[in-house]
């Protein structure tokens, strides 16, 4: 396959994958469910599905990776789960707006986790995204204050640190984590059930969250997760931005729940940040190559 190619592959699997994920958060939200009865059923089919997956490659592959390799694995798998209860909390305690808004801050967070972990120190551009994000931040969750959000936009930001803590342990093992995502559903999906036997199941259209557990989820992790192979970090950092920008549309036009100013505010500071700092990436990865190009031709 040719480099135009490649790329062009590249390309259409992240934005498929992340035009999936932007029904996400609208599919939970239809099946007007208790939390729990949610978690249970969305990490229980997600789990179901990647499993059986991992299964039918395992029988045409013995190269296929680990569910959940090593102490490194399980670490991750555990930081998911985490992300995963944190995520559906938030779902149910603030606005769909809110919530993919500061879910956006993972990215920075994820910098700043490689600076101090990692020894990765980021570039001067990079510092200055940080402070402008944490800024949107700090208007999205000052807004809340009062209002009975706040608890919500707690939840988005610890699931938000539980996924850049995963994504950092991932890249300091160097461990193939392809499913180790899914796996990490295990951990929610046993919590939801001892909170189901004691609550009951409540949902009243199972269908919309099964179909978001069994097709969407799986399908937008593995568009997402095979990205990287044929695009840039950050060429696949611009498609995760579709949910951030197309839920909260989804949401108003489902649900007409319109986001208040100063969470646009501070949505819009957030979202501008992140485009213009995947830009910049984006364009001093290209000045490294043609330097390289022009060092070590071919």
């Given at each position: 396959?040719?480099?135009?190619?490649?790329?062009?592959?590249?390309?259409?699997?992240?934005?498929?994958?992340?035009?999936?994920?932007?029904?996400?958060?609208?599919?939970?939200?239809?099946?007007?469910?208790?939390?729990?009865?949610?978690?249970?059923?969305?990490?229980?089919?997600?789990?179901?599905?990647?499993?059986?997956?991992?299964?039918?490659?395992?029988?045409f592959?013995?190269?296929?990776?680990?569910?959940?390799?090593?102490?490194?694995?399980?670490?991750?798998?555990?930081?998911?789960?985490?992300?995963?209860?944190?995520?559906?909390?938030?779902?149910?305690?603030?606005?769909?707006?809110?919530?993919?808004?500061?879910?956006?801050?993972?990215?920075?967070?994820?910098?700043?986790?490689?600076?101090?972990?990692?020894?990765?120190?980021?570039?001067?551009?990079?510092?200055?995204?940080?402070?402008?994000?944490?800024?949107?931040?700090?208007?999205?969750?000052?807004?809340?204050?009062?209002?009975?959000?706040l608890?919500?936009?707690?939840?988005?930001?610890?699931?938000?640190?539980?996924?850049?803590?995963?994504?950092?342990?991932s890249?300091?093992?160097?461990?193939?984590?392809?499913?180790?995502?899914l796996?990490?559903?295990?951990?929610?999906?046993?919590?939801?059930?001892?909170?189901v036997?004691?609550?009951?199941?409540?949902?009243?259209?199972?269908?919309?969250?099964?179909?978001?557990?069994?097709?969407?989820?799986?399908?937008?992790?593995?568009?997402?997760?095979?990205?990287?192979?044929?695009?840039?970090?950050?060429e696949?950092?611009?498609?995760?931005?579709?949910?951030?920008?197309?839920?909260?549309?989804?949401?108003?036009?489902?649900?007409?729940?319109?986001?208040?100013?100063?969470?646009?505010?501070?949505?819009?500071?957030?979202?501008?940040t992140?485009?213009?700092?995947?830009?910049?990436?984006?364009?001093?990865?290209?000045?490294?190559?043609?330097?390289?190009?022009?060092?070590?031709?071919?």
């Open positions: 396959m040719s480099s135009h190619n490649a790329h062009t592959k590249g390309l259409l699997l992240t934005a498929l994958g992340g035009l999936a994920l932007t029904i996400d958060i609208p599919l939970i939200r239809l099946a007007h469910g208790e939390a729990w009865t949610i978690l249970l059923l969305r990490t229980g089919c997600t789990f179901v599905a990647g499993l059986i997956v991992w299964a039918i490659w395992r029988s592959s013995k190269n296929a990776p680990q569910l959940i390799p090593g102490w490194s694995g399980l670490v991750v798998a555990t930081l998911y789960g985490l992300g995963a209860i944190a995520f559906i909390t938030a779902v149910y305690n603030t606005s769909t707006a809110n919530l993919v808004f500061i879910l956006a801050f993972s990215t920075m967070f994820s910098a700043l986790l490689s600076w101090l972990f990692l020894k990765e120190r980021p570039q001067p551009l990079t510092l200055a995204a940080m402070a402008l994000m944490i800024v949107g931040i700090a208007i999205i969750v000052g807004d809340s204050v009062g209002t009975g959000n608890f919500g936009d707690v939840m988005a930001l610890c699931s938000a640190l539980a996924i850049a803590c995963a994504i950092t342990v890249r300091a093992s160097g461990r193939d984590m392809g499913f180790t995502a796996t990490g559903v295990l951990l929610p999906f046993g919590l939801a059930a001892l909170m036997s004691r609550t009951g199941f409540q949902v009243e259209a199972p269908w919309w969250i099964v179909f978001n557990g069994a097709v969407i989820m799986p399908f937008a992790f593995f568009c997402l997760a095979n990205g990287p192979k044929y695009i840039s970090g950050p696949v950092a611009m498609f995760y931005l579709l949910e951030t920008v197309l839920a909260p549309v989804w949401i108003w036009m489902i649900f007409a729940e319109t986001p208040s100013r100063n969470s646009l505010i501070g949505g819009v500071i957030l979202i501008v992140l485009v213009a700092h995947s830009l910049w990436q984006l364009h001093e990865g290209r000045k490294r190559r043609a330097a390289l190009t022009v060092a070590y031709p071919a």
